[in-house]
């Protein structure tokens, strides 16, 4: 166990249907992260929070939408995907992201959602 | 820019013969290194890291890596590969100005499988 949650593990949705992923962690760290994983393709760093507040959008289209209530939870909400956005899903996090601490930003992942867009 | 390449899709070793996992970065400043694991099923686990200091790092499950500035490489390494130790392997790398947050760039990844 790394301390990170994901749910659900699993998902399968319509174009048209709206879902969200949920990311927990319990390690009282300051950053996540939500990461795309496809077949043969580098991570894809999709958004990065920093206590709370958004600090990078890598241009992910709109149809993703984070939301970061508090440090402990991240929430992808998503809503008119296309089958090419079936992928996994993981979530991540870390003490910090400042460069000046390094050791601090070692990245803790969950276990991902595995998601099926038909 | 940043970027990081693992030159092979698929390593496959033989139980109790050494392996090597190669990766190669590419920064603007000092290069700050990690592998990270996946397990079926599982997320990213962290196996070591290199940010400064000695040229070989030592990780865990006994796996090792070494620091090669002149090659821009930071190979994985283990001594005596396990069958438990097939899986997926990332590497990792972000430069010490802290661009983009200071963000990691993962490498596509290489499928390691060891065969009793």
């Known amino acids: 166990e790394t301390g990170v949650t994901q749910t659900p593990r699993h998902l399968v949705m319509g174009m048209t249907n709206k879902k969200s992923l949920k990311c927990e962690q319990h390690?009282?760290?300051?950053?996540m992260y939500w990461y795309k994983q496809s077949a043969k393709k580098p991570l894809e760093l999709m958004f990065v929070?920093?206590?709370?507040?958004?600090?990078e959008n890598n241009s992910v289209p709109s149809r993703f939408s984070p939301e970061c209530p508090n440090s402990s939870h991240l929430f992808l909400h998503l809503h008119t995907l296309q089958p090419e956005d079936s992928a996994l899903y993981l979530c991540a996090s870390s003490q910090d992201t400042a460069t000046s601490t390094l050791a601090k930003n070692i990245q803790y992942f969950g276990a991902g959602t595995r998601l099926s867009v038909l | 820019a940043q970027s990081v390449a693992q030159p092979e899709d698929q390593v496959n070793v033989a139980e109790g013969n050494p392996l090597t996992v190669k990766c190669t970065y590419s920064v603007s400043g000092n290069p700050y290194l990690f592998w990270y694991v996946q397990y079926p099923n599982r997320g990213l686990q962290f196996l070591l890291k290199?940010?400064?200091?000695?040229?070989l790092v030592k990780g865990s499950y006994g796996f090792e890596a070494e620091f090669n500035k002149s090659q821009t490489s930071f190979h994985l390494k283990k001594p005596s590969a396990l069958v438990s130790d097939s899986a997926l392997y990332f590497c990792?790398?972000?430069?010490?100005?802290?661009?983009?947050?200071?963000?990691?760039?993962f490498g596509k990844g290489t499928k390691l499988s060891v065969k009793p």
């Open positions: 290199y940010i400064t200091g000695d040229n």
């Open positions: 990792a790398v972000r430069d010490s100005y802290g661009g983009s947050q200071g963000n990691l760039i």
């Open positions: 929070y920093s206590l709370e507040e958004r600090v």
């Open positions: 390690l009282g760290h300051n950053a």
